[in-house]
């Protein structure tokens, strides 16, 4: 039975090419960098998202809790938005690796308000931390954008106050895709970016940090401190070099196929799907209370090959991707109309 997995697009899996790609790719050791491989792979990010260099990390979060390393001294202050990924999903990684900490704002659909991040930087006053970073995320993790408009202000506020910004891009593919711009028109307003590989773009491992050549040297070494300088991995970025010259192309598909998702759901009395939330390829739905919810619903779908994330009484989110078609949609919503 085909498995039909909405729970993120991080399940998706490598492609026929990506297979053919490993088994082929040319290798070396690139700690000495010396795997032809990865050199090109972070020579075309480099150049995907206008940097000067990149670098290949294992995940997402790696590459963000590096971001924060290699940005800051231990004991400066990190201003972010409240439900960010770094703030909430990465273990509190920023106190164990940098050091930092961490200044939230919560924002509206991700989006912190230019006046509070303004009063969030610190001045000189012996009792403070010294703000040394901001940082962004874009496509969010709610489903939301960051319009060009909006990070262009961020910019030049942290440039008046001398600070860096780095920004979470886990799926900046899917907001240059919805924004309809390139990924460097997002990330020329940012110092440095990280984006995932392994997500919609459906590499098996590995994100890319990338910005000016000195941030990626020093970044270089503090991946090896963090233990991610690894060796003939020349093998998994095969698989990057395709989820940036193919894979990156094709998101369209998963937008579409979210809005035709959100479409289905919404035809569902009691279901109400957010959408000014949906943009990207993620459907966030809520169900009123009188519906007869079944509280093991994700475990009868399962029954049916459908993965779910489980459901607490609150929001849901769904996730389609490269692995995701028309018909699994219409058989998913078909099975969830039988069990409530
Ligand atoms: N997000 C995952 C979970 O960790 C929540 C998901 O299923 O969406 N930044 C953003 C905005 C992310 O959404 C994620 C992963 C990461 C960073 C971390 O990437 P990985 O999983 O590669 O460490």
Excluded: W
């Excluded at 010396?34 to 294992?58: C, H, N, Q, W, Y």
């Amino acid at each position: 039975m085909k498995i039909i997995d909405l729970r993120s697009d991080t399940v998706t899996k490598p492609t026929q090419i990506m297979r053919e790609a490993m088994l082929n790719a040319i290798v070396g050791d690139d700690v000495y960098q010396d795997d032809p491989t990865v050199i090109r792979l972070e020579k075309m990010a480099a150049e995907m998202v206008g940097k000067e260099s990149a670098l290949f990390v294992p995940s997402g979060t790696f590459g963000n809790q590096l971001a924060l390393l290699t940005h800051t001294n231990r004991g400066d202050e990190v201003i972010l938005e409240a439900n960010c990924h770094i703030k909430k999903y990465e273990v509190a990684g920023a106190a164990v690796i940098a050091g930092v900490q961490l200044n939230s704002i919560e924002g509206v659909k991700g989006e912190m308000d230019l006046s509070k991040i303004k009063q969030a930087i610190r001045s000189e006053d012996i009792h403070f931390p010294k703000t040394s970073l901001i940082c962004l995320e874009n496509a969010t993790g709610l489903g939301t954008l960051l319009s060009l408009d909006y990070m262009e202000k961020v910019a030049n506020i942290a440039k008046e106050a001398d600070i860096h910004i780095h920004l979470d891009g886990a799926r900046v593919f899917n907001a240059a895709t919805a924004l309809n711009v390139d990924a460097l028109e997002i990330c020329k307003h940012v110092d440095s970016v990280m984006f995932c590989l392994s997500k919609g773009l459906c590499a098996p491992i590995g994100s890319m940090l990338a910005g000016s050549k000195k941030f990626i040297n020093k970044a270089r070494k503090n991946r090896k401190l963090m233990g991610g300088g690894m060796r003939q991995v020349g093998i998994v970025a095969a698989c990057g070099i395709i989820s940036l010259e193919k894979m990156s192309k094709r998101l369209t598909i998963d937008h579409e196929n979210a809005f035709y998702l959100a479409d289905k759901l919404e035809q569902i009395p009691g279901f109400h799907v957010d959408r000014e939330r949906l943009n990207i390829n993620m459907v966030f739905v809520t169900v009123d209370d009188n519906i007869n919810f079944p509280e093991n619903y994700s475990e009868l779908l399962f029954e049916k090959g459908i993965k779910v994330n489980g459901y607490r009484g609150e929001e849901m989110r769904f996730v389609t991707h490269n692995d995701i078609e028309r018909s699994d949609i219409d058989y998913f919503v078909n099975i969830l109309k039988t069990i409530i």
